[in-house]
């Protein structure tokens, strides 16, 4: 993705329109750059070398600077992949899952995202404008997926129903510890407390 691209492809998401489409091949070394570069910066931070980069996504150096010209375009888009990866998986948990249980893995799921790429912030907030469009991606992508799911369990009277989708957002990230740091299971703990404290309430628990 050229810079130019990627801007407007930013510029698309700040304004609610689809991004353009990439051709198959460009878009298949461009998921295995993202992937491989995710799993890099978790372990070796957002300045690890480009070649351990294009080594695990089995690609050349020009490859990805035909796609990414500035680190700061890797990184930003990075994010966006993971955020699209997590928001993403959603609906398939509403679709296997009763809406509270649906609800409680997509949190954990969430919980994992902000652990992973606490390693990320201190680019993100370094005023680079390649990162100025993040933080409305970040809430137009996952404000209406938890807004659903919490709307589903409420409606199913399993969790209360005065939840704010962006409160228990911050909850949940508050609550997460960087994955290098979380050795013994807190998180995990922590989110299901959490979710038990949303039954608290209940239509259908006041039934019983």
């Not at 990627?6 to 998921?31: C, I, N, V, Y």
Request: with cysteine; aromatic share 6%.
């Amino acid at each position: 993705m050229s810079e130019e691209s990627t801007r407007e492809a930013d510029a698309a998401a700040a304004e609610g329109r689809p991004r353009k489409r990439l051709r198959a091949d460009a878009q298949r070394s461009t998921d295995a750059l993202l992937t491989a570069a995710a799993e890099v910066f978790a372990t070796s931070g957002v300045d690890a070398p480009v070649r351990e980069i294009t080594a695990k996504a089995g690609v050349g150096a020009g490859t990805l600077y035909r796609h990414f010209p500035q680190r700061s375009d890797l990184i930003a888009a990075v994010f966006r992949h993971e955020v699209d990866a997590c928001a993403d998986s959603a609906p398939s948990l509403a679709a296997r899952y009763e809406p509270a249980e649906a609800l409680a893995k997509w949190l954990q799921r969430f919980a994992g995202f902000i652990a992973t790429k606490r390693g990320l912030s201190a680019a993100l907030h370094s005023g680079d404008p390649a990162y100025d469009t993040l933080p409305s991606y970040f809430e137009q992508r996952f404000m209406p997926v938890l807004g659903a799911l919490l709307d589903s369990a409420a409606k199913a009277g399993e969790i209360r129903s005065d939840v704010d989708p962006e409160d228990l957002l911050v909850a949940t990230r508050n609550l997460t510890l960087p994955a290098q740091e979380d050795d013994n299971g807190h998180t995990p703990r922590m989110i299901a407390l959490l979710v038990d404290g949303l039954r608290y309430g209940a239509p259908a628990r006041e039934a019983r």
